[in-house]
């Protein structure tokens, strides 16, 4: 729909999704009493009041012909932009405090169909005690819907992707694959389990599986500065999902977490939800062992379509 | 660009832009302890901590062909992206705590003019010190920016469109009228102006003029329940601008607001800034004297285009 022939020297293709985003944001600088974690990990963190307190930022983007087809049932596509943001806002161990949404929409839009986006939309956050508290429309092309939350941590510290330790054991809730065609379009944010792991202190790095474990695992990797060491038969796959499908399908949506070794028995004995939970492998030190997965790369938005 | 010849029944061009917001958000409902404002002003307001502690949150887009043209300055562009949503933080009387950016951009895209726009955005924030926190790309056909900005009064209470009362005076800051083409590009968000109006108390409603004042006061009046009488001759306007042009070109982002009769000599004396400021009316009791402002609509982005 978008991509030419033959892109310019400077395109996209090049530098990819998240090549991108760090030229542009690279730059960015902030204080880090006020902003402890800007761009880089699944949301920033701002410092709230007292010690323990913690205000969580996300802004995200569907795109209609990206995200979700023009054929998919509104409510669903609707459902979706909410539900990544807060599947974000899991990924810190955050609870969600407000969301604020933008419509750009073509002026041949059926309103009968933006009030049924809505509706999926809304009953999610009914779902999740999400308050809407605020909205923009604006004219544009294609149909996108953009999603700003605001989420907080009271009284414990949001999981950072920095946190992992050598020795730690790598968890994955649910199962991998998208053999569902679907499952991007109803998939549970893991806001509950999410903050568990927070307050409780047994995770020592969290992030969301958007896109795919073969990318996402190398960024927590990479932010806790360590290796790891997988165990593919260990990855939980959906039924009739190959471990590369698993690896690379994308849009997971499941919690992406390490525990350290003291820890692991705890987490198992006391894992509180029907939500599947399973190690498949190690933090390493760098350099000990290899850290390319056996896998490829996961999903980018600008090299892979 | 978009508009096909003979949209659906159920289009947008029937309902309007403000039309389409009020179906798709009019449903929200949220605990007024601890979202004091949702829909409807030109932030939402959350509860903060303590008594005079309130969070002040916005979204707000800007699509490539709707609020900038291509061959706009692309530092500008970016620069309009986060001023718009300055201007709503304006609105409220709130400091900027953070701004989040998502950007829409189509595979082709040059990288160095994303850069430039970037830039354009960066420029400002560090005008108004807004700690620019965290960024989403996705692809889409058109170009698109949203930000989404987190601010707070701490201390005094956000000023909103609901609180004028019959008998308070009628100001705007600056000049209206877009005679000027980059104005739209180049304005500057009153933050200053809006945050001394709130923490002196010295304006009863405040909202800013994104539609032209002929769209945007009959607003403040109905937020508030009342009519209004306006002295065309004592609007500010630009060198070269009618009255009809400062009422119905819209893209001003000036302030517009409210004062009792009690204070309007002391905001007089005390106004510290270089910004223009002029009384062009008063409030009155619905019915007393026709709300119909001498003036045309405002601007709508689906109903004009």
Not at 112 to 120: C, D, E, F, V, W
């Amino acid at each position: 729909m978008t991509a030419p022939t033959k892109p310019p020297a400077d395109s996209l293709a090049a530098v990819g999704e998240k090549g991108l985003l760090r030229l542009l944001t690279g730059r960015w600088k902030n204080d880090p009493a006020q902003v402890p974690v800007g761009v880089g990990d699944d949301c920033a963190v701002l410092r709230g009041q007292g010690k323990e307190h913690f205000l969580i930022f996300k802004t995200d983007a569907v795109v209609e012909g990206v995200h979700f087809t023009p054929q998919a049932p509104p409510a669903l596509s609707g459902r979706k932009a909410l539900a990544r943001a807060l599947s974000d806002l899991a990924a810190m161990g955050a609870r969600p405090l407000a969301a604020v949404i933008t419509l750009g929409v073509p002026a041949d839009a059926s309103v009968r169909r933006l009030r049924a986006i809505y509706r999926g939309l809304e009953t999610l956050a009914n779902k999740y005690r999400v308050p809407l508290v605020g909205g923009e429309t604006t004219r544009a092309a294609q149909l996108f819907l953009n999603v700003a939350l605001l989420g907080e941590c009271r009284g414990y510290r949001p999981l950072l992707r920095s946190g992992a330790r050598a020795g730690d054991s790598i968890f994955v809730t649910g199962r991998l694959g998208a053999t569902q065609k679907r499952h991007h379009l109803i998939f549970e944010p893991r806001l509950a389990e999410g903050e568990w792991l927070a307050r409780r202190k047994l995770a020592t790095a969290l992030m969301d599986l958007s896109d795919g474990l073969g990318a996402d695992l190398p960024r927590l990797a990479e932010a806790s500065r360590l290796g790891f060491q997988i165990e593919p038969k260990a990855i939980p796959r959906k039924r009739g999902a190959t471990v590369e499908a698993a690896c690379n399908d994308g849009e997971d949506y499941e919690l992406l977490f390490t525990v350290s070794p003291a820890q692991t028995k705890t987490l198992k004995k006391k894992w509180p939800f029907a939500t599947p939970l399973h190690c498949i492998g190690v933090m390493r030190l760098r350099g000990r062992v290899s850290s390319k997965p056996p896998f490829a790369h996961g999903f980018d938005h600008f090299k892979q379509r």
